[in-house]
C-alpha cells in the first residue's frame, strides 16, 4: 500500500514550457485534491476533483489544468509555466466515507519541487 | 469566508522544555474541525492532532495537546517533554463539515518554524 505518490519529486523548466504531474493514490479514495505552498504562506488549494471524471477550482486555479480520468490518478497541468508557479506542489487524497460524512482525513503526497526560470 | 492565523514564523526550545504554538481562526460556522499537521524536512505533512468543536475536551494525542477555546477561536498546540525530532513547521488548518456545499477543503495558517536544541 503506497498511500499516496507524486510523479516526479523535482523539475526544473523554462518560462513558457509545459509539464503534467501525476498524483497516484491506492486507496479508493474518492476525494483528490492539489496545493501548492510557498515561502511564509500556508497550502493553498488549486483544483480538486470529488469523483472520477470531475474537477472543480479551488481558490488559486489560474494558470492550471487538471483531469481524473481514472479514479486513482489526479493530473495537474501547466500549459505555459510562469516564475510565478515556481512552488512545492502537494497532492492529497480522502475518502468522505459514508454521504454527508462530516470529516474525512486527507493523506498527502511527498510533494514535487517545481521551479520555473 | 474562513481565515487561519500563525503568528509566530520560528520559535526554538531546548531539548525535554514544553512548547505552545499559537493559532487562531475566523469562522462564521458552528461547527467545524481544527487540525495541526507537522511537516519535517522530509515535506511530508503528517496528521499531529485533530479536534472536532462541538467538543468540549481537548484532544490529546501522547506528547501532544491542544488548548481549543472555541469563543475566543484559539487553538494551541502543546508540545511536552520536547524531542529533536519534533523539529519541523507546524501548520493549524481549518475544515468545514461535510456537507452539500463543503469539499472538505483545508484552510491553512502560514506556519511556525520549530526548532528543537540538544
Known amino acids: 500500500n503506497a498511500g499516496v505518490t507524486q510523479t516526479p519529486k523535482f523539475r526544473v523548466l523554462k518560462t513558457g514550457q509545459s509539464m503534467t504531474l501525476l498524483c497516484a493514490q491506492d486507496m479508493n479514495h474518492e476525494y483528490m485534491y492539489w496545493y501548492r505552498q510557498d515561502p511564509g504562506m500556508g497550502l493553498r488549494l488549486i483544483h480538486y476533483s470529488v469523483g472520477e471524471g470531475t474537477t472543480a477550482k479551488g481558490e488559486v486555479p489560474d494558470g492550471y489544468n487538471v483531469s481524473r480520468l481514472k479514479k486513482q490518478n489526479f493530473l495537474l497541468g501547466l500549459e505555459s509555466a510562469a516564475p510565478s508557479q515556481t512552488s512545492v506542489y502537494f497532492c492529497a487524497s480522502s475518502y468522505p466515507g459514508l454521504a454527508g460524512s462530516s470529516y474525512n482525513e486527507q493523506f498527502f503526497g511527498p510533494g514535487t519541487r517545481l521551479t520555473v526560470l | 469566508a474562513q481565515t487561519v492565523t500563525q503568528s509566530q514564523p520560528e520559535m526554538s526550545v531546548q531539548e525535554a522544555e514544553t512548547v505552545t504554538l499559537s493559532c487562531t481562526y475566523d469562522?462564521?460556522?458552528?461547527?467545524?474541525?481544527l487540525f495541526w499537521y507537522k511537516q519535517p524536512p522530509s515535506r511530508q505533512m503528517i496528521l499531529v492532532i485533530r479536534?472536532?468543536?462541538?467538543k468540549q475536551q481537548n484532544a490529546t494525542e501522547n506528547r501532544f495537546s491542544v488548548n481549543f477555546q472555541k469563543a475566543a477561536k484559539s487553538f494551541s498546540l502543546k508540545i511536552s517533554d520536547s524531542q529533536l525530532g519534533d523539529t519541523a513547521m507546524y501548520f493549524c488548518a481549518f475544515m468545514k463539515p461535510g456537507g452539500e456545499d463543503s469539499n472538505y477543503q483545508l484552510i491553512w495558517g502560514a506556519g511556525t518554524k520549530l526548532i528543537i536544541k540538544p
Open positions: 479536534q472536532e468543536a462541538y
Open positions: 469562522t462564521s460556522e458552528s461547527n467545524y474541525y
